[in-house]
């Protein structure tokens, strides 16, 4: 098993910027591939970024590509997300997930964290 925790939410301003963490443990997470979903009120939960297990590859959905950095520290068992010029749109819960292969299908994924807020008000 592996357990996911994310931090680092709150409330932002537009144009601020926010950084998420996620700090893995249980099995070696350091093979896994990890990733962020995010889901906002009345919305489908959509892909925002991946990363490969060495950290190597990253991908990102193109509505934040540009503004977001997706990075993983394996020595501390956790990835980040760095969300700069944050826009009201990017309201929404935030979801660390952990997997086999790096892709942006949800159900790829075999582990999920509880999820972090994230609000940016205009």
């Known amino acids: 098993q592996v357990q996911l925790v994310e931090s680092g939410g709150g409330m932002v301003q537009a144009g601020g910027s926010l950084r998420l963490s996620c700090a893995a443990s249980?099995?070696?997470?350091?093979?896994?591939?990890m990733g962020w979903f995010r889901q906002a009120p009345g919305k489908e939960r959509e892909f925002v970024a991946a990363i490969s297990w060495s950290g190597g590859s990253t991908y990102y959905a193109d509505s934040v590509k540009g503004r977001f950095t997706i990075s993983r520290d394996n020595a501390k068992n956790t990835v980040y997300l760095q969300m700069n010029s944050l826009k009201p749109e990017d309201t929404a819960v935030y979801y660390c997930?952990?997997?086999?292969?790096?892709?942006?299908?949800?159900?790829?994924?075999?582990?999920w964290g509880q999820g972090t807020q994230v609000t940016v008000s205009s």
């Open positions: 249980g099995r070696t997470v350091r093979s896994y591939a």
């Open positions: 997930v952990a997997g086999g292969i790096v892709t942006m299908f949800q159900w790829k994924y075999d582990y």
